[in-house]
């Protein structure tokens, strides 16, 4: 059907141009079109598309189409002779030109798919190469070196004359033409840099219709450069990718969109690195909370005990009172995470003591650390919930004695 429409519309622009063939012509134009829909559809049906476009197909149907279309002239002109003095001299030339020119036609758009398959292949590949090797790298903190990493990747990769990386306030990464003058760790002097975070935009000075001019150089062979913006946690623009060429060299339409497409997967990186410093810290905070937190049920417990103490032992009340100042001390200053051995059970100990002197002959305590494992580490306020614990649901449950034992051994 379509090819009959398109072959209808032909139709009629030859017959409002008139002469002896207007009408015969017309018919030719949308029995050529009927012949092509047809055949699309024949093609189409069996799942044979490639044959679509063959060149030997299109030659195929053009040399038909035109024979058809002489056949009709002869049928349908007139007077007859003219018809066929005109056939004999444009039969041959029509036939051989349509019939070559359909086939080079078929086979021009065949080789630019392949051109195409072939960059969209290698563009996909680099931009690939590019994700493998950037990954992770600025999750890990955007600072200068890692900006380095990344900045030096990407001028193997994109073949560019240069490439920079910026925060918000200063250069962070240059590699390429122009790395004597453009220094890392020196403020942003570029407008173009100032103009893509302030609006959250990219930006491209061509250098032709866009003039580009170093700030800090004036002899600066860079000569066009493409600022494409970073942004982090609600997408708020953390510094730049550049990526520059040098004058009288057009600028990579392939290199803009990778470069614009890599900087959103820094993007990606450098909030994923925001989030997990924010649920580290997070999860630090929790911790700290957790080691300052008192067991109210414990200090009002340990008071008693020390009422009780002091009125029949003020020696044992001085070292209960002792124990209880280092187990708070140890409870809320407790610096880094990790601990030694040593220390996690000089804390457990003085808690131990308090607990001990609560339930007097009902608690014995045994800790057998051997003195080669006393500087192992381990993470801070590991023991004494479990020790803890142990008292609450164990000891303080029962009638006869309790025994809390603490040992350490090596394995392997």
């Known amino acids: 059907s379509v090819g009959l429409l398109v072959g209808f519309t032909g139709g009629l622009h030859r017959y409002s141009l008139g002469g002896m063939t207007a009408f015969s012509c017309m018919v030719s134009t949308i029995v050529e079109g009927l012949i092509g829909g047809l055949v699309h559809r024949y093609y189409m049906k069996r799942g044979q598309i490639n ?38 001299d444009i039969a041959a ?26 960059y969209t292949s290698a563009f996909s590949a680099q931009a690939l190469k590019l994700a493998i090797s950037t990954d992770g790298v600025l999750r890990q903190g955007f600072n200068e070196t890692n900006s380095r990493q990344v900045a030096q990747v990407l001028y193997d990769e994109l073949n560019v004359a240069a490439v920079a990386i910026t925060d918000t ?72 990718i550049k990526l520059y060429e040098v004058k009288n060299r057009l600028f990579s339409s ?28 997070l999860l630090e905070t929790e911790v700290k909370l957790l080691h300052a937190q008192v067991n109210p049920h414990f200090l009002f417990n340990a008071l008693n005990t ?60 045994d800790i057998a650390i051997p003195d080669a494992l006393k500087q192992a580490s381990l993470p801070v306020f590991s023991l004494q919930p479990i020790v803890e614990n142990a008292i609450k649901h164990g000891t303080s449950q029962i009638f006869e004695q309790g025994k809390i034992t603490i040992s350490a051994r090596a394995e392997g």
């Open 51 to 88: 044959k679509l476009f063959n060149p030997w197909t299109a030659a195929g149907v053009t040399f038909v189409a035109e024979l058809a279309q002489m056949a009709i002239i002869l049928l349908l002109a007139r007077p007859f002779n003219e018809a066929l003095n005109l056939v004999k």
């Open 93 to 118: 030339p029509m036939i051989i030109a349509n019939t070559i020119g359909a086939a080079m036609f078929i086979r021009i758009l065949l080789d630019r798919r392949a051109i195409f398959e072939k």
């Open 169 to 240: 306030e200063k250069l962070l990464a240059f590699i390429g033409v122009g790395a004597d003058h453009h220094l890392p760790g020196t403020p942003i002097a570029s407008r173009y840099s100032r103009q893509a975070i302030a609006h959250n935009e990219v930006v491209y000075a061509d250098g032709n219709e866009t003039p580009y001019c170093c700030s800090i150089n004036p002899h600066c062979k860079l000569g066009s450069t493409l600022v494409i913006p970073l942004t982090g946690e609600n997408k708020q623009v953390v510094g730049t």
């Open 254 to 281: 392939i290199n803009r969109t990778l470069g614009e497409g890599i900087a959103s997967l820094l993007s990606a990186q450098i909030l994923a690195g925001q989030f997990e410093r924010s649920k580290q810290s």
């Open 306 to 365: 020390l009422q009780a103490v002091i009125r029949r032992d003020a020696e044992q009340a001085r070292h209960l009172v002792q124990n209880l100042s280092t187990f708070f001390r140890k409870n809320l200053k407790r610096p880094g995470e990790i601990a030694t051995l040593a220390a996690e059970i000089e804390h457990v100990n003085a808690y131990l003591q308090i607990e001990k002197a609560r339930f007097r002959e009902q608690l014995s305590v």
